[in-house]
């Protein structure tokens, strides 16, 4: 079984940065896809960035150029970076990866970003 913890969420004026962290449980880390997701109310969770096991990434058009996803496979970590951050960037964010054909979310974190 695998588990995600995120964290790093908060309040944040607009053009303000945080750095989300998941933590992931297990041994398979390195192998694994993973990725950024966010949800506000009443809307469909929508990808914000992902990576695979050899570090390739890909980003949401909302999300080029303003977040970074990166990976620490020492750590069971994958971070996402987010810069020059906007009211509508407001939502709960989730980690997410794939294990034994399911799909596998963390808790989610709130990030919060007042005008």
């Known amino acids: 079984q695998v588990q995600l913890v995120e964290s790093g969420g908060g309040l944040v004026q607009a053009g303000g940065s945080l750095r989300l962290s998941c933590a992931a449980s297990?041994?398979?880390?390195?192998?694994?896809?993973m990725g950024w997701y966010r949800q506000t109310p009443g809307k469909q969770r929508e990808l914000v960035a992902r990576i695979d096991s050899g570090g390739d990434r890909n980003y949401a058009v909302f999300a080029k150029d303003r977040f970074t996803i990166s990976r620490d496979n020492a750590k069971n970590t994958v971070y996402l970076q987010m810069n020059s951050l906007q009211p509508e960037d407001t939502a709960v964010y989730y980690c997410?990866?794939?294990?034994?054909?399911?799909?596998?979310w963390g808790q989610g974190t709130q990030v919060t970003v007042s005008s």
């Open positions: 297990g041994s398979m880390f390195r192998f694994f896809v």
């Open positions: 997410h990866t794939f294990f034994n054909s399911r799909d596998v």
